[in-house]
C-alpha cells in the first residue's frame, strides 16, 4: 500500500501562481492530479507516466500547468499558473499501482491521497 500525501494548496488570487506537490511512500507508476469543486466530480488534470515520457493534460487546464516528478525523492508536482476562480477545488494525487498504463478517468488510479484545497479568489 502506497502512502500519498498532496501540499502546497492556499489561497491565491486571480492570474497567480501556485505549485502543488505530492509526496509518496514507496515506488510509484504512473500519477495523475484531479481535482473536485463542491457539487461537482472529480475532474481529470494531468498524468504523468512512471518515466516522465507521457503526459497528457486536461483540456480545462491545458497552456497553464506543468506535471513533473522526481522518481528518486517519490514526489510529483503541479505548476499551475494564469489561475481562474474555476480552479477552485481540492486537488488530489492519484498513483497507479500496475506499470505501463497512462489513465486519464478516476478508475484508473489505485492510490490516493487526501487532497489539498487550492482557492482561486478575485
Known amino acids: 500500500q502506497v502512502q500519498l500525501v498532496e501540499s502546497g494548496g492556499g489561497l491565491v488570487q486571480v492570474g497567480g501562481s501556485l505549485s502543488l506537490s505530492c509526496a509518496a511512500s514507496?515506488?510509484?507508476?504512473?500519477m495523475a492530479w484531479f481535482r473536485q469543486a463542491p457539487g461537482k466530480e472529480r475532474e481529470f488534470v494531468a498524468t504523468?507516466?512512471?518515466?516522465?515520457?507521457?503526459?497528457y493534460y486536461g483540456n480545462s487546464v491545458k497552456g497553464r500547468i506543468t506535471i513533473s516528478r522526481d522518481n528518486n525523492k517519490n514526489t510529483m508536482y503541479l505548476q499551475m499558473s494564469s489561475l481562474k476562480l474555476d480552479d477552485t477545488a481540492v486537488y488530489f494525487c492519484?498513483?497507479?499501482?500496475?506499470?505501463?498504463?497512462?489513465?486519464?478517468?478516476?478508475?484508473?488510479?489505485?492510490?490516493w491521497g487526501q487532497g489539498t484545497q487550492v482557492t482561486v479568489s478575485s
Open positions: 492519484a498513483a497507479d499501482r500496475i506499470p505501463g498504463r497512462v489513465g486519464v478517468t478516476t478508475a484508473a488510479y489505485d492510490y
Open positions: 514507496g515506488r510509484t507508476f504512473t
Open positions: 504523468i507516466s512512471s518515466n516522465g515520457e507521457r503526459i
